[in-house]
């Protein structure tokens, strides 16, 4: 969803005399608190972090906003980039602006976390970007500064050579904390050129001193960030900037393994962002190895007990290089990413939680384990972030005063001192053994099983029949079940035979297995859905036993297989009804692009042509072993978080059209070949309209098609050449339309179809079902408002190319020139909408039809595109497209326009996770499948509220935001 959403801080039940001194320095320093979310702001920041009230009172004017936007959005604003100064203003009108920008941001952020409006790692992809803009003005003020002196670099060709800076360690990795120097390095294109009289070396290593006095310089206003350019080649004693082609010499002929893992989390932040790619690119052979080599664990580890030898004052207290602290918890992870990362390429991210996320999608991590982790990272990092807000100087080091210690631990949501203690001890013990055992399972990630485990001896009594009066208790502990009779119901699934899992000649000859097995059920998400799947799985592959065999030769394999098995309903049933596909897709989380689908559906029809000499079935058959292929490829990408929500969309819409053109293709072979055709093209003066989500784009996770027929043929038109004889040319566009949607719909052993609705074509079910097209346009000369609404999600997709283009100008005159909305059919619809399809009476939350869902955003965009239609740029079928331009147009204010697209990301992230999750398009709080979404999505347990609640608070405010705006731009429109 993006924002993790806690209950309000309340300051004065964490520090109040810190929140009242915060109140009377404000005054002190000009500021008006006669609003209640002005002396809010102030008192959060004085209660939870005084050490940022300075760079709050240095910008008087920023109080006024900030307390503006907690009035209006209840949360205050992520910070936006900062505002230059002119490329030819001098130093310190620079630092200014740059110290300005760095306060402002630091402000907002902080507050963020306060306020419980998004957790640490939110905060600390945000700061991050603060600091990266900061960096990417300074870099250009700096090359400004030194090239108005010198010249501008150029090559021998006279082209300018570009400088891009590198983000290392956090910065690189977007979580940067806040009390943090950045770490820099400085390339350039080449060599070959000059500056003026002054060789290009020279020239960028003055900008790269110019850039670090910019950004360090300490002014009456501090400075902007500490700048640490020691990870660079040669390090102190290498230049400040290096050329691509020495920068590739050294690494590959004398880089040491640090700077592998230095080079981990590298990121082009600044300057010429495509220089540093390159050389990322060229680096990549030298950071990540084909070969695997575990003596890369035993480097890091020695670089880690160096950094406690030369650095560590107190272990205990110390969150960063403690044991079991921040360092040894991205130890745990970068570790495994320069072990694998040659082999899979999707590990070569440089952040630490999303690294962390692709080691579970690759099955090389347990759910468990990263889940672990995540919660301990996270209370790590929220921990330290506090201290650093706190004290006016970078620590990583909990307080020693008890006083200050209990106002720390409030104002992270624990009653006292010794609750927070009690959270830290478990997180770090919990990542010291992740880190300890880790190095045993590298080469080949295997589970260690004791015999006396609690799985191991349900294992050993699954075998034996589960008679045992203690059995319900120990399914409980072994596996971490809700439904016991249930769990029972599935184990005896898997030892019914003898050679199935639990059975006895499995368990003789492959003893290992099963307890591995309900190790990883354990493990899941939901380990009741992956136990179930798992029963279900081994019932339907033969022989068992073998299989059995097979994934425990391929341990990531089965933790991915199992992890996807607690994870999604919908994925689980399509590998259960083809298991020969889950090696492929189990581990393999790179979805391909809409270009490769379309490519891959057109190759399948293609080749079930060629092997069948056009045989229908065959050809459907083909069709549907692709589609379930990409529509697995996509969903198991979307589980593991690879995917945006348009990027979900944008490939099921390509995977549907393509479907859809092949279909027709078909249909129209068929047609031709039976009644003749109209014109050489059996297509000839027939189009397929596409409407709803599909038209837009934003076709999800077992969506429907929406689909209208429509021809251009004269009445006395008929066709010619067929073995039946001609028929009139309408009758033909009839039987070719309803072939399609057989070949769409119709049952098949390969797969289910599409499921199809064509209730939107003129006078809906009761109308005909192909219309010409003079007919269309004459109907919705005068069609209601809801059917012009409708057409504004319309697109032709399929069918003659000719009567498609027409259609599309046909589409959009009725839909964007027919006079403002009618505001109150629109109204009167939606609340239709809520009420009947919503139908949240219930407990359940609807994600697209309820109060503030999807239907409120498309409402409004669609209202204003009825409205102001005359603009050719606000013509588009998709949502976010259409409020990004109204945006632009400036017929949708910039508040609202954000809040909508704020709202759409979220409401479809968490549509696409329910849907993946459940099957189902509605989010049910009770069910423990919400709880598993709400972890998926990055929410974590906390002291102060659960995932769970964090989910269902976000989610409220975002549906409330959405129906604020809903309201506001049609009242607006009224007047």
């Given at each position: 969803?993006?924002?993790?959403?806690?209950?309000?801080?309340?300051?004065r039940?964490?520090?109040?005399?810190?929140?009242?001194?915060?109140?009377?320095?404000?005054?002190?320093?000009?500021?008006?608190?006669?609003?209640?979310?002005?002396?809010?702001?102030?008192?959060s920041?004085?209660?939870?972090?005084?050490?940022?009230?300075?760079?709050?009172?240095?910008?008087?004017?920023?109080?006024?906003?900030?307390?503006?936007?907690?009035?209006?959005?209840?949360?205050?604003?992520?910070?936006?980039?900062?505002?230059?100064?002119?490329?030819?203003?001098?130093?310190?009108?620079?630092?200014?602006s740059?110290?300005?920008?760095?306060?402002?941001?630091?402000?907002?952020?902080?507050?963020?976390?306060?306020?419980?409006t998004?957790?640490?790692?939110?905060?600390?992809?945000?700061?991050?970007?603060?600091?990266?803009?900061?960096?990417?003005?300074?870099?250009?003020?700096?090359?400004?500064?030194?090239?108005?002196?010198?010249?501008?670099?150029?090559?021998?060709?006279?082209?300018?050579?570009?400088?891009?800076?590198?983000?290392?360690?956090?910065?690189?990795?977007?979580?940067?904390?806040?009390?943090?120097?950045?770490?820099?390095?400085?390339?350039?294109?080449?060599?070959?050129?000059?500056?003026?009289?002054?060789?290009?070396?020279?020239?960028?290593?003055?900008?790269?001193?110019?850039?670090?006095?910019?950004?360090?310089?300490?002014t009456?206003?501090?400075?902007a960030?500490?700048?640490?350019?020691?990870?660079?080649?040669?390090?102190?004693?290498?230049?400040?900037?290096?050329?691509?082609?020495?920068?590739?010499?050294?690494?590959?002929?004398?880089?040491?393994?640090?700077?592998?893992?230095?080079?981990?989390?590298?990121?082009?932040?600044?300057?010429?962002?495509?220089?540093?790619?390159?050389?990322?690119?060229?680096?990549?052979?030298?950071?990540?190895?084909?070969?695997?080599?575990?003596?890369?664990?035993?480097?890091?580890?020695?670089?880690?007990?160096?950094?406690?030898?030369?650095?560590?004052?107190d272990?205990?207290?110390?969150?960063?290089?403690?044991?079991?602290?921040?360092r040894?918890?991205?130890?745990f992870?970068?570790?495994?990413?320069?072990?694998?990362?040659?082999?899979?390429?999707?590990?070569?991210?440089?952040?630490?939680?999303?690294?962390?996320?692709?080691?579970?999608?690759?099955?090389?991590?347990?759910?468990?384990?990263?889940r672990?982790?995540?919660?301990?990272?996270?209370?790590?990092?929220?921990?330290?972030?506090?201290?650093?807000?706190?004290?006016?100087?970078?620590t990583?080091?909990?307080?020693?005063?008890?006083?200050?210690?209990?106002?720390?631990?409030?104002?992270?949501?624990?009653?006292?001192?010794?609750?927070?203690?009690?959270?830290?001890?478990?997180?770090?013990?919990?990542?010291?053994?992740?880190?300890?055992?880790?190095v045993?399972?590298?080469?080949?990630?295997?589970?260690?099983?004791?015999?006396?485990?609690?799985?191991?001896?349900?294992?050993?009594?699954?075998?034996?029949?589960?008679?045992?009066?203690?059995?319900?208790?120990?399914?409980?502990?072994?596996?971490?079940?809700?439904?016991?009779?249930?769990?029972?119901?599935?184990?005896?699934?898997?030892a019914?035979?003898?050679?199935?899992?639990?059975?006895?000649?499995?368990?003789?000859?492959?003893?290992?297995?099963?307890?591995?097995?309900?190790?990883?059920?354990?493990?899941?998400?939901?380990?009741?859905?992956?136990?179930?799947?798992v029963?279900?799985?081994?019932e339907?592959?033969?022989?068992?036993?073998?299989?059995?065999?097979?994934?425990?030769?391929?341990?990531?394999?089965?933790r991915?297989?199992?992890?996807?098995?607690?994870?999604?309903?919908?994925?689980?049933?399509?590998?259960?009804?083809?298991?020969?596909?889950?090696?492929?897709?189990?581990?393999?989380?790179?979805?391909p692009?809409?270009?490769?689908?379309?490519?891959?559906?057109?190759?399948?029809?293609?080749?079930?042509?060629?092997?069948?000499?056009?045989?229908?079935?065959?050809?459907?058959?083909?069709?549907?072993?692709?589609?379930?292929?990409?529509?697995?490829?996509?969903?198991?990408?979307?589980?593991?978080?690879?995917?945006?929500?348009?990027?979900?969309?944008?490939?099921?819409?390509?995977?549907?059209?393509?479907?859809?053109?092949?279909?027709?293709?078909?249909?129209?072979?068929?047609?031709?070949?039976?009644?003749?055709?109209?014109?050489?093209?059996?297509?000839?003066?027939?189009?397929?309209?596409?409407?709803?989500?599909?038209?837009?784009?934003?076709?999800?996770?077992?969506?429907?098609?929406d689909?209208?027929?429509?021809?251009?043929?004269?009445?006395?038109?008929?066709?010619?050449?067929?073995?039946?004889?001609?028929?009139?040319?309408?009758?033909?566009?009839?039987?070719?339309?309803?072939?399609?949607?057989?070949?769409?719909?119709?049952?098949?052993?390969?797969?289910?179809?599409y499921?199809?609705?064509?209730?939107?074509?003129?006078?809906?079910?009761?109308?005909?079902?192909?219309?010409?097209?003079?007919?269309?346009?004459?109907?919705?000369?005068?069609?209601?408002?809801?059917?012009?609404?409708?057409?504004?999600?319309?697109?032709?997709?399929?069918?003659?190319?000719?009567?498609?283009?027409?259609?599309?100008?046909?589409?959009?005159?009725?839909?964007?020139?027919?006079?403002?909305?009618?505001?109150?059919?629109?109204?009167?619809?939606?609340?239709?909408?809520?009420?009947?399809?919503?139908?949240?009476?219930?407990?359940?939350?609807?994600?697209?039809?309820?109060?503030?869902?999807?239907?409120?955003?498309?409402?409004?965009?669609?209202?204003?595109?009825?409205?102001?239609?005359?603009?050719?740029?606000?013509?588009?079928?998709?949502?976010?497209?259409?409020?990004?331009?109204?945006?632009?147009?400036?017929?949708?204010?910039?508040?609202?326009?954000?809040?909508?697209?704020?709202?759409?990301?979220?409401?479809?992230?968490?549509?696409?996770?329910?849907?993946?999750?459940?099957?189902r398009?509605?989010?049910?709080?009770?069910?423990?499948?919400?709880?598993?979404?709400?972890?998926?999505?990055?929410?974590?347990?906390?002291?102060?509220?659960?995932?769970?609640?964090?989910?269902?608070?976000?989610?409220?405010?975002?549906?409330?935001?959405?129906?604020?705006?809903?309201?506001?731009?049609?009242?607006?429109?009224?007047?």
């Amino acid at each position: 969803m993006g924002t993790r959403t806690g209950a309000r801080f309340l300051p004065r039940e964490v520090d109040r005399a810190g929140a009242q001194l915060a109140t009377t320095q404000a005054r002190d320093h000009g500021l008006d608190l006669d609003r209640a979310s002005a002396r809010v702001i102030v008192e959060s920041l004085g209660a939870g972090a005084p050490g940022v009230l300075p760079a709050l009172f240095r910008l008087e004017a920023l109080l006024p906003r900030l307390a503006s936007e907690l009035d209006r959005n209840q949360f205050v604003e992520a910070p936006s980039p900062a505002v230059r100064c002119p490329l030819d203003a001098d130093a310190d009108a620079v630092k200014s602006s740059l110290r300005a920008a760095r306060d402002e941001a630091l402000v907002r952020v902080t507050l963020r976390e306060l306020l419980a409006t998004v957790d640490v790692d939110q905060t600390a992809r945000e700061w991050s970007e603060a600091a990266s803009d900061c960096v990417d003005h300074a870099l250009a003020a700096a090359g400004a500064m030194v090239a108005a002196r010198n010249g501008p670099p150029l090559d021998y060709t006279g082209r300018v050579v570009g400088l891009s800076v590198l983000g290392m360690g956090k910065l690189g990795g977007r979580e940067l904390n806040l009390g943090s120097d950045i770490d820099i390095c400085l390339f350039y294109a080449t060599d070959e050129g000059s500056a003026g009289d002054r060789p290009l070396a020279v020239h960028f290593a003055r900008v790269g001193s110019v850039l670090v006095d910019l950004l360090a310089d300490v002014t009456a206003q501090g400075f902007a960030f500490r700048v640490d350019l020691r990870l660079r080649p040669e390090g102190r004693q290498g230049p400040i900037a290096c050329s691509h082609a020495t920068a590739e010499r050294y690494y590959h002929t004398w880089g040491r393994p640090w700077e592998r893992a230095a080079l981990l989390r590298a990121r082009p932040i600044a300057g010429d962002r495509a220089v540093g790619r390159a050389l990322l690119d060229a680096l990549k052979p030298f950071v990540f190895r084909r070969e695997v080599d575990p003596a890369i664990t035993e480097t890091l580890r020695d670089m880690l007990s160096r950094s406690r030898k030369e650095q560590l004052r107190d272990d205990a207290r110390d969150l960063k290089l403690g044991s079991g602290g921040i360092r040894e918890a991205e130890f745990f992870v970068q570790s495994w990413q320069l072990l694998w990362g040659g082999l899979h390429p999707s590990l070569q991210v440089p952040s630490t939680l999303r690294a962390l996320s692709r080691l579970r999608a690759l099955g090389l991590v347990s759910d468990r384990d990263a889940r672990d982790l995540d919660d301990a990272w996270g209370l790590l990092r929220r921990v330290e972030h506090r201290i650093q807000t706190v004290a006016p100087y970078a620590t990583h080091t909990l307080p020693e005063d008890p006083a200050r210690l209990a106002v720390l631990a409030r104002s992270l949501g624990y009653p006292d001192a010794e609750e927070l203690i009690g959270a830290l001890d478990l997180a770090r013990t919990r990542v010291r053994e992740l880190s300890n055992g880790m190095v045993a399972s590298l080469v080949r990630p295997v589970i260690l099983i004791d015999p006396r485990s609690p799985g191991a001896r349900l294992a050993r009594l699954a075998a034996s029949g589960l008679d045992d009066p203690a059995t319900p208790e120990l399914v409980v502990e072994a596996l971490g079940v809700r439904d016991v009779d249930a769990a029972l119901s599935d184990l005896r699934r898997l030892a019914r035979r003898p050679d199935l899992p639990l059975g006895a000649e499995t368990s003789a000859q492959v003893p290992d297995f099963g307890p591995r097995l309900l190790s990883e059920v354990r493990d899941a998400p939901d380990p009741d859905l992956a136990l179930s799947h798992v029963a279900t799985l081994f019932e339907r592959v033969f022989p068992p036993e073998r299989y059995a065999r097979w994934l425990l030769d391929r341990p990531s394999v089965l933790r991915g297989l199992v992890g996807l098995f607690g994870a999604s309903e919908q994925l689980s049933r399509a590998l259960l009804a083809r298991p020969q596909l889950i090696e492929t897709f189990v581990t393999n989380s790179a979805a391909p692009d809409p270009e490769e689908i379309r490519a891959w559906i057109e190759a399948a029809a293609a080749m079930g042509s060629a092997s069948s000499e056009g045989d229908p079935e065959v050809i459907v058959g083909s069709l549907r072993r692709a589609m379930r292929e990409a529509m697995l490829s996509v969903g198991v990408a979307d589980l593991a978080g690879e995917l945006s929500p348009a990027q979900v969309g944008e490939r099921l819409t390509a995977l549907a059209e393509a479907v859809v053109v092949e279909s027709l293709h078909l249909a129209g072979a068929e047609c031709a070949a039976r009644y003749g055709s109209v014109g050489a093209d059996p297509l000839a003066g027939v189009a397929v309209v596409a409407q709803g989500s599909l038209a837009a784009g934003e076709l999800g996770h077992g969506g429907d098609l929406d689909l209208l027929f429509l021809h251009d043929h004269s009445d006395e038109a008929l066709t010619s050449g067929g073995k039946r004889g001609a028929i009139p040319a309408g009758e033909y566009a009839v039987r070719l339309a309803q072939r399609t949607l057989s070949l769409l719909a119709a049952s098949h052993d390969a797969g289910p179809g599409y499921a199809i609705d064509t209730r939107l074509r003129p006078s809906g079910a009761q109308g005909v079902l192909v219309t010409t097209r003079l007919s269309f346009v004459a109907y919705h000369r005068t069609s209601a408002s809801w059917e012009r609404q409708a057409l504004l999600r319309a697109r032709p997709v399929a069918g003659d190319p000719a009567l498609r283009a027409t259609l599309h100008d046909d589409i959009a005159a009725i839909a964007y020139t027919r006079g403002p909305a009618d505001l109150g059919e629109l109204r009167r619809l939606r609340a239709r909408m809520e009420l009947e399809l919503g139908r949240e009476d219930r407990g359940a939350i609807s994600l697209k039809y309820g109060r503030g869902g999807l239907v409120d955003v498309e409402f409004v965009a669609q209202a204003l595109q009825m409205t102001y239609g005359a603009d050719p740029s606000i013509r588009t079928p998709n949502t976010r497209a259409a409020l990004r331009a109204l945006r632009a147009g400036h017929w949708l204010d910039e508040a609202s326009a954000e809040t909508l697209l704020q709202a759409e990301s979220s409401l479809r992230t968490l549509l696409h996770a329910t849907r993946l999750a459940t099957n189902r398009s509605v989010l049910i709080p009770s069910s423990p499948a919400t709880v598993a979404i709400a972890r998926r999505l990055g929410y974590r347990d906390r002291a102060e509220r659960s995932a769970l609640d964090a989910l269902l608070s976000d989610l409220a405010r975002t549906r409330d935001a959405t129906r604020r705006v809903f309201r506001d731009v049609l009242s607006q429109l009224d007047r």
